[in-house]
């Protein structure tokens, strides 16, 4: 799965994310243990990819993609053709 570049943490947001407090982030960073990015800015962020590196998740050969669905069904759909097939095939999944 390509995540790269999917967020961006500011370095409390990283320390939240993986349960811990600030300061250890900053310790490894010193450390070069898990190296924080630097914007144009001098300010420090960690990325998704390295919350998975943290995590021992290697994404490094995993070629899936992310796919997100959503269906939203309004009052205004109510008419829809569609909406009402898939109603009558939930219904005849159930009878």
């Known amino acids: 799965m390509n995540t790269s570049n999917i967020t961006n943490y500011k370095p409390k947001d990283f320390a939240e994310l993986i349960g811990v407090s600030v300061n250890p982030p900053q310790r490894w960073d010193r450390e070069g243990t ?3 990015n630097l914007t144009p800015t001098d300010r420090r ?21 992310i796919v997100i669905y959503t269906r939203v069904s309004t009052k205004n759909q109510k008419d829809d053709k569609n909406l009402k097939d898939d109603k ?7 009878s």
């Open 45 to 65: 962020y960690y990325t998704y990819d390295q919350y998975l590196q943290f995590k021992g998740i290697n994404t490094e050969n995993d070629n899936r993609q």
């Open 88 to 94: 009558n095939q939930k219904d005849d999944l159930h």
């Open 34 to 36: 898990l190296k924080a």
